[in-house]
């Protein structure tokens, strides 16, 4: 059976014009000339093009489909094992660029006459993601169907609030500043209960970023702010049972050691949420940085480490960190109990932070 190459493409459905660039690159050159010298091609020639079609379905270059039909041995295997890895990877820049234009959409609708400006700035943004969230990050932010740049929605109103009393020059002492601290923790609790790992790193961005700090309204000094607002508020509680010379260290320790505290806690976290038992080391690393932080607080006073320790066996909600919980609180206890117990101390510390 011989096929010229008209009725061939007619029947592969390809075009002359691409039958003819396969002879010209040695793919597919026809066995037979008529005598007029139109190609012909034969069955086997017939049978090597359809094992050249079925491979470009799977997106193979022209070269690796010729070193597949040239080789009776050629290493299929690791052709498919490199293409699957290929689209592995457009798959997660796929996933990534819809996150990214719902992040978009997400703050389109917040603003609702946004201007060339403010697209640019969110443009920046979905760059600079890239810097803090990993791909896995981006996935897992995706299930939880969060954005990967902004804050919820939720927390505009107290955004705005913070920045008025910042703007009139409220102190983080006054109890307007601590009712708002108090406000925006629990927002956060509420909205984010299953983003701790990622919040120190939502805090970096806004640290560092002018441009996400430009859209979203949340800079160093707002974060600042309430962080001491809420210190004060844990300071009032405290003070119901501690004197002030007990409590000497606690506000500067509290506030120089915040960013180390929530990351402590997101690194436990996941080592909980992972299975691990709090007396196996890779937690008990972790729990060793806990009790040198909590020490530190209180100033390393046994006497007073001692009286905070009790205080927390039935401490409310005013004692306990922001990224802190009570299923978080008893992993930490139990495992610095057994910790103490090994380092031949008597348990002075306790999962409630500081």
Do not use: C
């Not at 609708?109 to 896995?136: H, T």
């Not at 009393?165 to 983080?172: E, I, K």
């Amino acid at each position: 059976m011989l096929m010229k190459i008209g009725e061939l493409a007619k029947r592969t459905g390809l075009s002359v014009r691409t039958l003819h660039h396969y002879d010209k690159i040695g793919l597919l050159s026809p066995s037979q000339r008529s005598s007029a010298a139109y190609r012909l091609y034969n069955r086997a020639d017939i049978t090597r093009l359809y094992r050249i079609v079925a491979l470009r379905r799977l997106d193979l270059s022209l070269a690796e489909i010729a070193a597949l039909v040239d080789h009776e041995h050629a290493d299929l295997n690791s052709v498919i094992s490199d293409q699957l890895r290929l689209l592995e990877q457009q798959i997660n820049n796929g996933i990534a660029l819809r996150e990214r234009l719902r992040d978009l959409h997400t703050l389109v609708q917040a603003n609702k006459e946004p201007q060339l400006d403010y697209w640019l700035g969110i443009l920046e943004m979905m760059s600079v993601a890239d810097k803090y969230f990993s791909p896995d990050d981006m996935q897992q932010l995706s299930k939880q169907n969060r954005p990967t740049l902004t804050p919820d929605l939720h927390m505009l109103p107290l955004i705005v609030e913070a920045r008025s009393l910042l703007d009139t020059g409220v102190a983080y002492t006054d109890p307007r500043a601590r009712e708002l601290a108090l406000r925006w923790n629990d927002t956060m609790n509420r909205h984010m209960p299953d983003l701790p790992q990622y919040l120190a790193k939502f805090s970096q961005m806004h640290r560092d970023e002018p441009a996400l700090q430009a859209l979203t309204g949340i800079d160093p000094e707002m974060m600042d702010f309430i962080v001491r607002a809420l210190i004060e508020v844990r300071y009032a509680a405290y003070r119901q049972h501690l004197s002030e010379h007990e409590l000497r260290f606690f506000r500067a320790a509290s506030f120089r050691h915040a960013h180390a505290w929530n990351e402590l806690f997101s690194q436990v976290r996941k080592v909980m949420q992972a299975g691990m038992l709090p007396e196996e080391e890779a937690a008990q690393v972790l729990l060793r940085q806990w009790r040198s932080l909590f020490f530190d607080t209180w100033g390393g006073d046994l006497t007073t480490i001692r009286k905070v320790r009790e205080l927390h066996r039935s401490a409310d909600g005013a004692l306990v960190g922001g990224a802190s919980s009570p299923e978080l609180m008893q992993y930490a206890r139990r495992g610095l109990i057994w910790l103490e117990a090994r380092i031949n101390t008597k348990p002075l510390t306790d999962p409630m932070t500081n």
